[in-house]
């Protein structure tokens, strides 16, 4: 099968076995046998292949980086309404927030699925974050900030869906270059990947030849967009992640083995 051909979908077939009656061994041998068969398979065929298979079980979250934006693309293609779930850290730029409101109005022009925003905010008070995390949290303690704002919010969600769809790629670098299509991770959540193979540039010729609406910090030198206090712009040729948490040795959030991953 090759992994550009959209319309060869026979083969992405749905594993009959349900997802609630797998035992935990079960679950890694489904996740090792897809991420082995979904190898070489286009994001299209993949997401195709996980919306078959979990139907509304399946959830996806997105921060709205360009290979979220592609995601939610490719879900419009094949759902009537796309759910997806966004973290508002209270930090965001205003360019993000901005294009929380572009997408959800260009879904509905266009008559592709139409994006619903499930908007998670951390519950957790300023002041209380000051006092766990120090002050500004982000630069005393950005792994404690993160867990608050970002990983705790989503925590809470992840028991309403049997997998979780995010637009992690090798090619980000890090951690990210073994980034498997499907994988169990240690906290026992099913997470797939449909860009996991894909390269920055082929998500941008998808952007661009689909009319998909995307940050246009993008184009000021911000390949990665996160929270204002933990975010700069590059210089050309330099990592995609590059940008984030510079004065710091963090490169995640600290979603990766027990949150699904947004596109951050
Ligand atoms: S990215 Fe920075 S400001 Fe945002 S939650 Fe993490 S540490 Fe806090």
């Given at each position: 099968m090759s992994r550009h051909d959209p319309d060869d979908l026979m083969s992405v077939r749905e594993d009959a076995t349900s997802w609630s009656s797998?035992?935990?061994?079960?679950?890694?041998?489904?996740?090792?046998?897809?991420?082995?068969?979904?190898r070489d398979s286009s994001p299209d065929q993949i997401v195709a292949w996980a919306v078959k298979q979990f139907g509304d079980r399946l959830g996806f979250m997105t921060s709205l980086g360009f290979g979220g934006l592609v995601l939610i693309d490719l879900l419009r293609r094949r759902l009537p309404v796309v759910q997806a779930c966004f973290v508002d850290t209270g930090a965001h730029y205003d360019e993000t927030l901005e294009l929380l409101e572009r997408v959800r109005t260009w879904s509905e022009s266009d008559g592709g699925?139409?994006?619903?925003?499930?908007?998670?905010?951390?519950t957790v008070l300023s002041e209380s974050?000051?006092?766990?995390a120090g002050s500004p949290p982000w630069q005393r303690n950005p792994d404690v900030c993160c867990r608050l704002r970002?990983?705790?919010?989503?925590?809470?969600?992840?028991?309403?869906?049997?997998?979780?769809?995010?637009?992690?790629?090798?090619?980000?670098?890090?951690?990210?270059?073994?980034t498997e299509v499907v994988r169990l991770d240690a906290g026992g959540i099913l997470r797939i990947h449909p860009l996991a193979y894909w390269r920055?540039?082929?998500?941008?010729?998808?952007?661009?030849?689909?009319?998909?609406?995307?940050?246009?910090?993008?184009?000021?030198?911000?390949?990665?967009?996160?929270?204002?206090?933990?975010?700069?712009?590059?210089?050309?040729?330099?990592?995609e992640r590059k940008g984030r948490w510079v004065a710091t040795d963090k490169t995640e959030c600290g979603l990766h083995t027990t949150a699904p991953e947004p596109d951050t």
């Open positions: 797998m035992d935990d061994a079960d679950r890694r041998r489904f996740a090792r046998r897809h991420a082995r068969r979904l699925g139409r994006v619903c925003f499930t908007v998670l905010r951390p974050l000051i006092e766990l970002k990983v705790e919010p989503m925590r809470a969600v992840l028991p309403t869906r049997e997998a979780w769809m995010s637009a992690l790629r090798r090619d980000q670098g890090g951690s990210r270059m073994t920055s540039a082929q998500c941008w010729d998808y952007i661009r030849s689909r009319g998909v609406p995307y940050n246009p910090l993008h184009d000021c030198g911000y390949p990665s967009v996160g929270c204002v206090h933990c975010t700069v712009p590059v210089i050309a040729g330099e990592g």
